[in-house]
């Protein structure tokens, strides 16, 4: 699987963006997705992810109720609504996919990995 992040850019604090994650294959719909985001001098952490069949997902506490994961397995693409931007969600956001059947946290179980698109978020 291949996978193509796009979607970042600079937005004002309280400002929306909406990440596009591709993936090649004719498998996607097997696979859960994941974003996961790495700020300067940090450490890449979890941000949200979703199950194969689109119907679970979790979040990290720092974005639940503001981002929102969602998926269109016939358009083989994950996406990520960032809403209620603040200056602390800068950071490059990666997309990633896992072979696990439920919506993992886990970095360990992502198996294929995007680009990365960067996020800035200025106050």
């Known amino acids: 699987v291949q996978l193509q992040a796009s979607g970042g850019g600079l937005v004002q604090a309280g400002g929306s963006l909406r990440l596009s994650c591709a993936a090649s294959?004719?498998?996607?719909?097997?696979?859960?997705m994941g974003w996961f985001r790495q700020a300067p001098g940090k450490e890449r952490e979890f941000v949200a992810s979703?199950?194969?069949?689109?119907?679970?997902?979790a979040y990290a506490d720092s974005v639940k109720g503001r981002f929102s994961i969602s998926r269109d397995n016939a358009k083989n693409t994950v996406y990520l609504q960032m809403n209620s931007l603040k200056p602390e969600d800068t950071a490059v956001y990666y997309c990633?996919?896992?072979?696990?059947?439920?919506?993992?946290?886990?970095?360990?179980?992502?198996?294929?990995w995007g680009q990365g698109t960067l996020v800035t978020v200025s106050s």
């Open positions: 990633a996919a896992s072979n696990q059947w439920y919506a993992s946290r886990r970095q360990t179980e992502y198996d294929y």
């Open positions: 294959g004719r498998t996607f719909s097997s696979y859960a």
């Open positions: 979703i199950s194969p069949s689109g119907g679970s997902t």
